[in-house]
């Protein structure tokens, strides 16, 4: 997909139009997710970004940074992404200059989506390239934030199962948890680079007036990191408590076990006893002999019952 939104600045709207008819002295916006080729030789026909940079800026797993090219700054970002039921960052691309603004996306980046959808981009648009790349960078922290706050409620989701029943449904989606944690710490790690870059002017095409700005994105980033090593703690700690918690039970079932076979072993044995063929048992020729073998098992059996359940064994 590929779209092209010109800013009017006479008039104060935004149109969209084919990427052949862009004015040049206006600000613009191309965006492109998953381009065709055909796609890709129009945006190196009228921008003359090359190939290679273009393939670079598709590529998902590109290191965040900020590299010059002969007429755009290129900034590569990573951004959330849910893959089914696990939650990646995936990197998208940035190109710069002083009128055209341009993102490259293998896969839809939400931040970039909501900065499209925004009801009052135009004002986006008459502050410039610079705005606009200030503005997606800064939805897509928010989209982390938004990541962040769910992952805080599975989180607590889970301590609750974990302290009540725990499951291996309950490791299954710490373990997702930590992972998807451990890919957001490098990402992020990453992404704080690129904002230092930013406000130390390392990049040709942004405007340094808006470096407060960028600094307002980098402390955000420290924050997300923040929360992101104390999340993958308490999960650490939720899955030490999961390991006690399932070797507390294993021993539970074992002194069930114990005191069940005990107290089943004291009729065995005597039942045992009686049952052997020895001429000379005085209990055999005993009237009451057989009554008194079971009031034998019944008082054990009792007896035991009730000093396993002192002992909260049963």
């Known amino acids: 997909m590929l779209e092209v939104l010109e800013y009017n600045q006479d008039t104060n709207e935004i149109i969209e139009l084919p990427i052949n008819e862009m004015n040049f002295h206006r600000v613009k916006w191309l965006n492109c997710v998953n381009p065709t080729k055909d796609e890709l030789d129009l945006i190196n026909k009228f921008t003359g970004i090359s190939y290679d940079d273009l393939e670079r800026g598709l590529d998902e797993d590109e290191r965040p940074g900020i590299a010059e090219l002969e007429n755009f700054s290129m900034v590569v970002f990573t951004s959330p992404f849910k893959k089914k039921k696990e939650i990646i960052a995936v990197s998208f691309s940035m190109m710069i200059s002083q009128n055209l603004f341009i993102t490259i996306q293998k896969k839809e980046v939400q931040g970039v989506k909501k900065v499209l959808d925004y009801s009052s981009l135009s004002k986006q648009f008459s502050k410039g390239t610079s705005y606009l790349l200030y503005h997606v960078l800064e939805r897509v922290m928010d989209n982390y934030f938004e990541v962040l706050d769910n992952v805080e409620k599975d989180i607590n989701i889970i301590e609750q199962n974990v302290f009540h029943s725990p499951s291996k449904k309950d490791a299954m989606q710490i373990f997702n948890l930590k992972k998807t944690l451990?890919?957001?710490?490098?990402?992020?790690?990453?992404?704080?680079?690129?904002?230092?870059?930013?406000?130390?002017?390392?990049?040709?095409?942004?405007?340094?007036?808006?470096?407060?700005?960028?600094?307002?994105?980098?402390?955000?980033?420290?924050?997300?990191?923040?929360?992101?090593?104390?999340?993958?703690?308490?999960?650490?700690?939720?899955?030490?408590?999961?390991?006690?918690?399932?070797?507390?039970?294993?021993?539970?079932?074992?002194?069930?076990?114990?005191?069940?076979?005990?107290?089943?072993?004291?009729?065995?044995?005597?039942?045992?006893?009686?049952?052997?063929?020895?001429?000379?048992?005085?209990?055999?020729?005993?009237?009451?002999?057989?009554?008194?073998?079971w009031i034998l098992i019944i008082a054990w059996m009792i007896g035991l019952w009730i000093y396993f359940k002192k002992k909260d064994w049963i």
Not at 192 to 220: P, Q
Not at 243 to 248: A, D, E, G, P, Q
């Open 182 to 293: 451990i890919y957001f710490h490098k990402s992020l790690a990453a992404n704080r680079e690129v904002l230092l870059n930013i406000n130390d002017d390392l990049s040709t095409n942004v405007d340094v007036s808006l470096s407060k700005k960028f600094r307002y994105i980098y402390e955000d980033i420290v924050q997300i990191i923040d929360m992101v090593a104390t999340y993958r703690d308490i999960l650490t700690s939720t899955l030490d408590i999961y390991l006690t918690n399932v070797s507390n039970n294993l021993n539970n079932i074992m002194k069930k076990m114990t005191a069940f076979a005990t107290i089943i072993l004291v009729p065995t044995m005597i039942t045992g006893l009686y049952g052997m063929n020895f001429k000379h048992m005085p209990e055999i020729a005993w009237q009451y002999g057989y009554l008194f073998a």
